[in-house]
């Protein structure tokens, strides 16, 4: 499901005196980070911060923001989620991210079987593991491998399997 602002990560500390803050980014890479000029409080976008730097630091990213400018109001900050505004990304066609995955409706692309919808998401360095809530609550895994995952249509909600012999069957 497409939602316009996304969560980016979390500040978890102050770093240094001057204002500037630990961010801990919930994206592939804290280089992600260093593209936005604009971060935003909440997921409605109605509170917006400027971003004066940003500069990767091993997993983190220590964020500079606009009316920070010391230690205390750093401490405020502490624990506060930072989103983005998704046209912001500047996405490749056909990407998306795995926020929109949540919500979205499963299906099996021979029998058109609503099979639950995707509920989480793990990632385990070979490929991501989708987990799917079926409509009996049971929650099945599936890898997110081409040969599985047909189709994903985070705009319209819909995602297209071919699932693994069994693993939708009641007697698992």
Same mark, same amino acid.
């Given at each position: 499901m497409i939602k316009e602002y996304? #969560?980016? /990560?979390?500040i978890v500390s102050t770093h240094g005196i001057k204002g500037e803050v630990r961010f801990n980014p919930w994206c592939d890479t804290p280089e992600f980070v260093k593209k936005f000029k604009t971060l935003y409080f909440?997921?409605? /976008?109605? *509170?917006?911060? *400027?971003?004066?730097? $940003?500069?990767p630091h091993g997993n983190i990213v220590i964020l500079m923001l606009d009316g920070v400018d010391n230690v205390d109001k750093a401490r405020e900050l502490k624990n506060t989620v930072l989103y983005i505004k998704r046209s912001? $990304?500047?996405l490749p066609s056909?990407?998306?991210?795995?926020? #929109?995955?949540? /919500?979205?409706r499963v299906f099996d692309c021979n029998s058109g079987e609503s099979l639950g919808t995707v509920c989480?998401?793990?990632e385990t360095g070979a490929n991501d593991v989708w987990h799917i809530k079926t409509p009996d609550g049971k929650e099945v895994l599936i890898p997110a491998v081409k040969e599985i995952v047909i189709d994903t249509d985070v705009e319209n909600g819909i995602i297209k399997i071919n699932p693994i012999k069994g693993l939708f069957d009641d007697e698992n």
């Open positions: 996304l #969560e980016l /990560g979390q909440d997921a409605s /976008g109605s *509170k917006s911060v *400027k971003v004066l730097s $940003a500069r912001d $990304a500047r056909g990407s998306w991210f795995i926020q #929109e995955l949540f /919500g979205c989480d998401v793990s």
